[in-house]
């Protein structure tokens, strides 16, 4: 059982009060809190262990690249990697999310050829695709969802032709709270030969991953969506994959040798990592695991879950109430509309109560559209809210209502 009230000690912005009232913070999918561990292992990266990695002879130069090596070795052992070579750090999910659409559709793909995402992506998951499929001519094929907000695996399986080269999808949606299936997601992929991306920015917060388990050639994340520093996230490749794709950005340290005639680049992972990478980040976010590992990822989708089912079960009741997806599988977030009070009104009226929600459409708009609806309310929790929390928050909602 976690000890919710000491846990909370650990986050001192959860003291915080807004308009005289104690902070709420629901807005856990769109960034988590920081512990102390996290923010103290940023500032004393800066005041002891502050040199450029890598290139140093010197004692603070081989301390901060020590620091960083461990920093991916400690994601390595978090996602169960076969090796540290997988692990490329890099700003977040969007960013390695494009360096994969980059790098694998000047490598693998060309004109006519196809990419399959889902109904319910974030749009970091569906733009990097449209830039290329208008430089390359490729085409994005996209699985649909039934009412309950689960993939279609049927029309899955029918999207598959020999133009298919890669199937990218979301493991957990931001929005709906839907748990894809991507390990059986990868396994159909893989009969077909395809290769998989796997979106990770909303499970790894949430659940266990195992990288080799689920088998998807890459998996990715943001560091600060699992309550670690901003600015710092993970691309895991399979390795043969990884060697097979060409350097997304040149600089220093992703070479071997450099003339003006020719460059060879660095082995992995250097070669995806141009220029000073955020080696206080990476120490930090290896932090941020240590902690999520201390409490337990099984222990942590546990209460999580828990909060989710007293949650759903008390808004339900309120009159008027739509949640957005119902899926049977589902992360700790809710989606939902009251009457024809307009999402943004609710969230503005929850603040004004010290309750922080997201409004609007949480970039997935083709969900939205999908859905006939313009936005929700979103309400996604930690493992450090609480159900007394949940009552005011649900108080709060119906204060709302009421006012409408
Ligand atoms: N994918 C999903 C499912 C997300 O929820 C988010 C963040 N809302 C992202 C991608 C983008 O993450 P980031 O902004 O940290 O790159």
Redesign the pocket.
Known sequence: MLDIQRIREDFPILDHQIYGKPLIYFDN??TTQKPREVVEKIESGYYNVNANIHRGVHFLSQAATEAHEEARRTVQAFLNARSSNEIIFT?????S?NLVSSTFADACMSAGDEVIVSVM??H??IVPWQIQAARKGIALKVIPMNERGELDMEAYRGLFSERTRLVSV?H???VLGTINPVRELTAIAHEHGVPVLV?G??AIPHLKVDVQDIDAEFYVF?G??VYGPTGI?VLYGKEEWLDRLPPYQGGGEMIATVSFEKTTFNELPFKFEAGTPDYIGSTALAEALRYVDRLGMDQIAAYEDDLLRYATERLEKIEGTRIFGKAARKGAVISFLVGTIHHYDMGMLLDRLGIAVRTGH??AQPLMHALGIEGTVRASFSFYNTKEEIDAFVAGVERVRKMF
């Open positions: 999918s769109a700003r977040g999910t969007t960013e999310i992506e974030h970091s998951n979301a957990v949606s931001n979106d920015a909303q943001s600060h969506k996230g949480h970039c």
